[in-house]
């Protein structure tokens, strides 16, 4: 069974420009997770969906934005990018909305610089 | 109300050895606290997970201990080993809700 599935894993943009991160899930999981990983702060949780809808979303400015296919594969977009947006963006799959049901499966990231 | 709160943020520990981070919680509404074990160059991968109607669990040379009028839990890594050595995270969730997690704790097992 193929895991979780980011592309691109590496990207360099530089600031005022805008980027989108793709994740597929896990085959038969319809929840994805997005979180923003940087030294010192952890996993920063970003937003949630469930069969398309949104469920859950964190504490991140409206630059921050995803959505969910009918295919349960998601993308992410973070415009107008700044310094600070710099991050390993990570995606993660569940079978269930609610994540504390069960496990929460991760991709690799995708490493994001920002000049 | 919503934080997790990890120490310590790095750890060295002599192969053999006993490895513990902390993490403590205000919110009580939390009910489910796994531990995730992050690689460099990996995604976090769920190692252990507690609920609070037990007060330890043990899997392998993993524990977790789990003080729920303290709001406090904690991770056990018995006989330490090289291989261990990664970042290793700390989290909560409640019913509906999204999982909090900690800020990380990075371990290094010395041979």
């Known amino acids: 069974k193929a895991g979780v599935t980011q592309t691109p894993r590496y990207l360099i943009k530089t600031r005022g420009q805008q980027v989108t991160l793709s994740c597929s899930p896990i085959s038969g999981h319809r929840s994805v997770s997005w979180y923003q990983q940087t030294p010192g702060q952890g996993l920063q949780f970003l937003f949630e969906y469930f069969s398309e809808t949104q469920r859950n979303k964190g504490n991140f400015p409206g630059r921050f934005s995803g959505r969910q296919f009918s295919n349960s594969r998601s993308e992410m977009n973070v415009s107008t990018l700044e310094l600070g947006d710099s991050a390993l963006y990570l995606c993660?799959?569940?079978?269930?909305?609610?994540?504390?049901?069960?496990?929460?499966?991760f991709g690799e990231g995708s490493r994001l610089t920002v000049l | 109300q919503q934080q997790v709160k990890q120490s310590p943020q790095s750890l060295i520990v002599q192969k053999g050895g006993i490895s513990i981070i902390n993490c403590a919680y205000e919110n009580t509404a939390f009910d489910y606290f796994p531990w995730y074990q992050q690689f460099p160059g990996k995604g976090p991968a769920l190692l252990i997970a507690i609920r609070p109607d037990v007060s330890e669990k043990k899997e392998g040379r993993f524990t977790i201990s789990f003080n729920k009028s303290a709001k406090q839990f904690s991770l056990h890594i018995m006989d330490s080993q090289p291989g261990d050595s990664a970042t290793y995270f700390c989290?909560?969730?409640?019913?509906?809700?999204?999982?909090?997690f900690g800020q990380g704790t990075e371990l290094s097992v010395k041979p």
């Open positions: 993660a799959s569940s079978l269930h909305s609610n994540q504390n049901t069960g496990e929460l499966f």
């Open positions: 989290a909560a969730g409640a019913q509906g809700g999204k999982l909090i």
